[in-house]
């Protein structure tokens, strides 16, 4: 099992590749919620993910409540929000748990952080900046998951080609 990255409809086509791409190269599974800022054959959206594409398992959901519906079981969602008190990286992030990010523009509904308050977290920033980049926040949520678990599942070492 992995991580799972659900984003509740992304407006912009690169992030959603560079998400695709982070998503193909740890072995998470991409959840997207509709309405999609693009179109899934947008060139922006398949040049960032380049050719992982085959990589990547990807389903297509009309709204986050089809999602929760689904999957949520209680203590498995962690919801991404400025707005949240629990740091990222101080919550026990676990195999196959859903690490939910919402728009660019909004984040994610207000109703939605009000009724899982305890289960929204924040990545850390100065307070005159307003917010990461989506498909950084992703990456930092992804990473942080991953780095909790041991990286199972992943190279973790590199070697230097000889010359």
């Known amino acids: 099992m992995a991580l799972n990255v659900v984003l509740v409809e992304p407006e912009i086509p690169q992030n959603a590749g560079n998400i695709?791409?982070?998503?193909a190269v740890t072995g998470s599974k991409l959840h997207m919620v509709r309405p999609l800022g693009f179109e899934v054959t947008d060139k922006h959206l398949k040049r960032a993910g380049l050719d992982y594409w085959h990589f990547l398992d990807i389903t297509y959901y009309d709204s986050i409540e089809e999602v929760m519906d689904k999957y949520y079981n209680g203590n498995n969602f962690w919801f991404f929000s400025t707005k949240a008190k629990n740091i990222h990286s101080e919550v026990q992030i676990k195999d196959g748990d859903f690490l939910v990010f919402g728009k660019e523009t909004k984040g994610l509904p207000e109703s939605l952080l009000e009724k899982h308050y305890g289960e929204c977290v924040r990545i850390p920033m100065m307070d005159e900046t307003r917010s990461l980049n989506l498909s950084n926040s992703v990456c930092v949520g992804v990473y942080e998951g991953?780095?909790?678990?041991?990286y199972k599942n992943l190279k973790t070492e590199?070697?230097?080609p000889k010359r």
């Open 20 to 23: 695709a791409r982070t998503c």
């Open 146 to 150: 991953l780095r909790q678990q041991g």
């Open 158 to 160: 590199g070697e230097i």
